[in-house]
């Protein structure tokens, strides 16, 4: 590393760096090797309650500062992560596993939701509004929400947090950020460069521990005014119903149950292409990667078989010391056994092995990229998301036929779709019940479009114009006597 200083094992709480009142700690692991990276703080709901306090405190100050004032110290936050993205890159890789190269990609995807948000709260704009009576005058003004707590997980360490403290930061709001247990290293390492750049003390906190503790707190404390939250439709909900005690604004960035669907019409080599990506990026551990391939009839057999090929080719090893790594190892050996669940049953009910099906030698949490054919929605890998390397053939006839298949979910957050023809993709655009698709394209993730989901997949957008009023309240202002 350039800088050693970016590797803490404390927490960032009111602009101090802090252990745990009771002094315990909590492993950071690598998964690639299970060696043991460091401890960082066991935080609980009294320090969450600190942190909030002091949000509370440094929000006055922060809010009234110009839109433009704040962006400038936003600005050096990006400018910072960008000078820092090979230490940032290395110590995610280290206690995430994903290969180098998608660490840097992660860092500077990451930094990008810094620089918009920045910029995006100088356009913060409100309304007049023609008056319904004589003598009256309507005004409609945005102003941010206040303090702010955030839940992220462990998938992507570095841009799960930026596109929720950007937007906030940028709005005049604070945050208080509870990290993934398994990837506080990388949080902590941007806290560092927040501070550097200026961020005042309380505007953004990191704490690390009991996710129980520091989510009670978080949801429970009224203080709070609003709680954003990317990880499970399980945890999400649960979040949710806390919440309805102080009646937070919530958003939720949940599961998906991504369809990809390929019709007999499609380029064949640019769905394969958009196959990989979207499936195998972070060894297909992300909220939007492909879970179900669904293909026509006419072009099955020599999708898988393209698949096949391009699967096959895909490194496998761990991300610090392979050289052009693409798979790394999944996050855990629970993860491991869900997806070996889901092989298990699906071959069972009559799914084929093509490619991969087991552990990969490399041991370990590693696993040999997956293909399954024959697959049928009867399987658990029709419902439920993997969030592993495993690539599911479905086969369907008809376009309506895949519009229902795709849509045979309570998840609603990505799909991806590949064909030619220009009445097609207009309908099978619309009819799905997806918040983000991908037409002929596999990878749609950037800080400028909106990002999140239909259904059980969320509430809420990221990114784009529309991702900064999550962290506003509308106030209208009924002027009379005029
Ligand atoms: P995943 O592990 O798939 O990312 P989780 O929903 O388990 O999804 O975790 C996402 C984030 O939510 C993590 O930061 C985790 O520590 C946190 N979390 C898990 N359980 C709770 C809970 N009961 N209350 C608050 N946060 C939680």
Redesign the pocket.
Known sequence: MKDAELLRFQCFVDGRWVDADSGKTVEVTNPADGSVLGSVPMMGADETRQAIDAAEHAWPAWRALTAKERAKTLRTWFDLMMANQEDIARIMTAEQGKPLAEARGEVAYAASFIEWFAEEGKRVYGDTIPQHLPGRRIVVTKEPIGVTAA?????FPAAMITRKAGPALAAGCPMVI?????TPLTALAMAVLAERAGIPAGILSVVTGS??A???E??GNPAVRKLT????T???K??MA?CAGTVKKVSLEL?GNAPFLVFNDADLDEAVKGAIASKYRNTGQTCVCANRLLVQSGVYDAFAAKLAEAVKALKVGPGLTTEGAQQGPL?DMAAVEKVEDHIRDATEKGARVVLGGKRHELGGSFFEPTILADVTPAMKVAREET?GPVAPLFRFETEEEAVRMANATEFGLAAYFYSRDIGRVWRVAEALEYGIVGINEGIISTEVAPFGGMKESGIGREGSKYGIEDYLEIKYLCMGGI
């Not at 839940?151 to 998938?155: G, L, R, V």
């Open positions: 839940i992220t997980p462990w998938n509870k990290p993934a247990t398994a996710a129980r520091i989510g009670g978080m949801t939250f990317t990880g499970s399980e945890i999400g649960e979040l806390q599961g996050i969030f």
